[in-house]
DNA sequence: GTGGTCTAGACCACA
DNA sequence: GTGGTCTAGACCACA
């Protein structure tokens, strides 16, 4: 992983965990990596992966237990939700940069369906 | 306009100009501003804009006339093309990042409807 | 090497370079010199040089790898069809400077043949 | 005309003005322009045209005459070796050239034929 | 160590 | 004034 300097350092690694967690390689209940080690991996200070995992835990989408660790939340519905929520701001990413084109609706929905041809799923 | 560190600079100015071309902002034939302007308003070395410049002109979406100055192609086909070319590059990040999501075909076009709905264009 | 003005030293640079591969003084693969070095040699300086790297990679004669060097193409054919591409700028320079003398195609051929009379190879 | 540093100007000037004569641009006999006119024309020091002007007469390919200018050789076996040497010289430049890429005789010929095919003259 | 990018600043060619 | 090239020197990413 590699930061860019768009946003902060502790909101992309929310952003990984958060995509982690929705496509399920971080389970409900599962027990993240430590600060300690998630920083060393990553080569960022502790603190930086601290600030992540407590807007993280703000968010409702982990939890911490003293003397245990951070774990996923158990919440089904809540990882389901994130996952909507991520998805819609791709969604909105998406409309944004094609209507900066001057691309309208049938149009994108058209070069979309064009380009999935090939894919099966 | 304020720069990342994920991209070189000189390619984030040359996706900026494009930007511009495509949209019309910047007319077929029409003169850019000149190395020192450009560089003086966004704050950047002008070899940096230099550099963009002589990448365009390479990929012939700008020519420059020594004294003159440097000027967006008079290739319309040429624009039309940067232009599709441009979002096909949006269309792929869309398909790609929704599909790290695991969503299939049909959920993307779902997805990208209902955002549109209120949309009329 | 010593420069003259009438071309741009980061051009007389790759020439030079391509004149190398051509006659296999630098073999398909084979590393290039680092900038450092051959800018310490020709006593220019590094950007000069890594102008002309760039170039050269952009024409896919050389490709770099970060951290290792700069290397020669491994495709023969792309050497081959550079070879015939320099050999074809001799050969029309020549037939330029000779009509310009007012020689025509017989005349040219002759002149060429007596001179290499002496030549066995 | 423009200048390269590879060469002395005053002899670049010499083999623009021996071009001129050979292809009878300036014919046998006819007055050169001043050494006024020529160095304001290029822009360069009278000295240097001076010193071209010189070194063609020693070469007898121009006279001198105090008072009334400098004339081209009347003597037309003169021009015509002058032109002879000319040839030559290219001839030379080009069949190293092509030996510096490893061409033989045969190769050198073909190659020429070639690209000669359209020519008519 | 190796290539890649960028700044600062100079000078040139061309109009 | 405008683009083009070059030097000097810094710092970064990658191995």
Chains 1, 2, 3, 4 share one sequence.
């Not at 939890?63 to 245990?68: A, D, E, I, P």
């Amino acid at each position: 992983m590699d930061f860019n300097n768009a946003f902060p350092i502790y909101v992309q690694i929310m952003d990984m965990i958060k995509r982690k967690i929705v496509v399920n390689e971080l389970k409900a209940g599962e027990k993240l990596p430590s600060v300690r080690d998630i920083a060393q991996e990553l080569k960022v200070n502790p603190n930086t992966i601290q600030r992540s995992y407590s807007e993280l835990e703000r968010e409702e989408i982990v939890f911490s237990q003293r003397g245990l660790g951070t774990f996923v939340t158990q919440d089904l519905e809540k990882i389901k939700y994130l996952k909507e929520s991520i998805a819609s701001t791709f969604v909105e990413k998406f409309i944004r940069d094609m209507e900066s084109l001057e691309y309208n609706k049938v149009e994108i929905i058209k070069l979309l369906n064009i380009k999935m041809e090939g894919y099966n799923e």
